[in-house]
């Protein structure tokens, strides 16, 4: 400190001192952070957000009763496997919630069918957990190959169909942005993909492909899961 003060000149004013300070400040204020204002979205396209929400809201409350079914059994039956069913269990619950509270700030009335995803999904869980663990860690191969791939679908419509919605800047200039609703979307749908597509390998690691029989195991769940995703998209 005393060095500093050495430095300044014996000739320089405070009044100059404070204007150099002012200065600096000046320097290092962050940037105004700039105004966008984004376009409404077609028809079409708030047609295609609301069955977005509606369809994964619907898809991860199945996982999260899939889980629980599984759970119930596992836990009494293979006791070692009781916290790992736990962690996949919590993130789909995450997951879950995220969407409810999706389809509540854009009120997205959920699926008319919600009391049937749920029990089915729960016997689901259940039912290939008391054949065996492998065919209970089948079942979760199944269900997360097919919402990967819904989930990726879905990214790529969101990437190519909402290209024309125009934004301009405070200077009235045309610019590519995302809105926070779209980018929020993306990304909440890139992360539950990517833990999805976790619990797949964590299944494959767990001895999935064991199970007897696998193929028509996993078939069956990935027709069941696919039909699920269709009649949820529209009812």
């Excluded at 898809?59 to 999260?64: F, S, V």
């Excluded at 049937?116 to 191969?141: H, N, P, Q, Y």
């Excluded at 125009?166 to 610019?175: D, L, P, R, Y």
């Excluded at 007897?212 to 995703?229: D, N, S």
């Amino acid at each position: 400190m005393s060095s500093v003060i050495k430095s300044i000149p014996k000739s320089a004013k405070f009044s100059t001192l404070s204007q150099l300070r002012q200065q600096v400040q000046e320097v290092i204020k962050p940037l105004p952070q700039p105004e966008y204002k984004f376009g409404s979205f077609s028809k079409e396209q708030n047609a295609f957000l609301d069955r977005v929400i509606r369809v994964d809201q619907a898809g991860e409350l199945g996982a999260d009763y899939i889980y629980a079914g599984q759970h119930f059994v596992l836990s009494r039956t293979e006791p070692q496997l009781k916290s790992l069913i736990q962690h996949m269990w919590d993130q789909e619950i995450y997951h879950r919630s995220t969407f409810n509270q999706l389809q509540a700030q854009r009120r997205v009335r959920p699926s008319l069918l919600t009391p049937i995803w749920k029990i089915g999904a729960f016997t689901m869980g259940a039912a290939t957990a008391l054949i065996s663990k492998e065919a209970a860690m089948a079942c979760t191969v199944a269900v997360e190959t097919v919402i990967g791939g819904h989930y990726n679908d879905q990214l790529r419509i969101l990437e190519n169909k909402f290209n024309d919605i125009k934004v301009t800047n405070s200077n009235q200039e045309q610019v590519k942005i995302l809105s926070n609703e779209l980018q929020t979307l993306k990304d909440t749908i890139k992360t539950f993909r990517d833990d999805e597509l976790e619990h797949l390998d964590t299944a494959i690691e767990h001895d999935a492909e064991s199970a007897v029989p696998y193929w028509l195991i996993t078939e069956i769940i990935k027709l069941t899961c696919r039909v699920a995703i269709f009649t949820a998209e529209r009812v």
